[in-house]
């Protein structure tokens, strides 16, 4: 099981990712943010909105965030335009390291129950899954991301944890 220093720990790595992919797509045009690019989502801008969603979706279930406006099949165009895509980011960001830092002893223990609408069923599982769950799908979807920015010819940071510079400047 993980602890909430875990979750708070990938609370700042996911800030710091979205933070260089974010000013990665913005040295592209919006038509090459937009640009079908044959991911899943299509795009660079639909697969950093379907992450903002799924952050929003998971974070209703775990906080006492509202969920999402759309519903999945609409994910990838939660928003048009960059500047609010990207001002919803870096809230949804701040939010969840305010979330991971005020998580208790025992705040990842137990069952989570919530209602898939993917599923079509109602769901159980253990709250630390579901947390991990939540990191795990950002770094795979920001994975997707960083291969469409770099084949666009932007370039994001480095990915790796340990390069952090947090994690750089902590004692071992």
């Known amino acids: ?21 974010f000013t990665a797509a ?15 989502f299509k795009s660079i801008h639909g697969t ?13 279930r775990l906080s006492d965030w509202e969920m999402p406006t759309v519903p999945q099949s609409g994910s990838a165009q939660l928003f048009e335009a960059w500047d609010a895509l990207s001002a919803a980011r870096a809230e949804a960001d701040r939010r969840i390291i305010a979330w991971a830092g005020a998580l208790g002893p025992g705040d990842l ?3 989570l129950v919530w209602y898939s609408g993917a ?3 109602d769901v159980a599982a253990p709250r630390w899954v579901c947390v991990t769950h939540v990191f795990n799908h950002q770094t795979h979807h920001r994975g997707q991301i960083h291969a469409l920015l770099t084949a666009a010819g932007a370039r994001p940071d480095d990915t790796d944890l340990f390069m952090m510079p947090e994690a750089l400047a902590a004692e071992t």
């Not at 099981?1 to 992919?21: K, P, V």
């Not at 913005?26 to 899943?40: E, I, N, Q, W």
């Not at 950093?48 to 209703?60: F, T």
Request: a positive charge; charged letters at 20%.
């Open 1 to 21: 099981m993980i602890d909430a220093g875990h979750a708070r720990l990938m609370a700042r790595y996911n800030q710091w990712q979205n933070t260089s992919l």
């Open 26 to 40: 913005a040295s592209l045009p919006d038509a090459a943010r937009k640009a079908d690019r044959g991911a899943f």
């Open 48 to 60: 950093l909105c379907r992450i903002l969603w799924a952050d929003q979706i998971w974070m209703s």
């Open 109 to 111: 223990a137990g069952q």
């Open 119 to 121: 599923l079509k069923r």
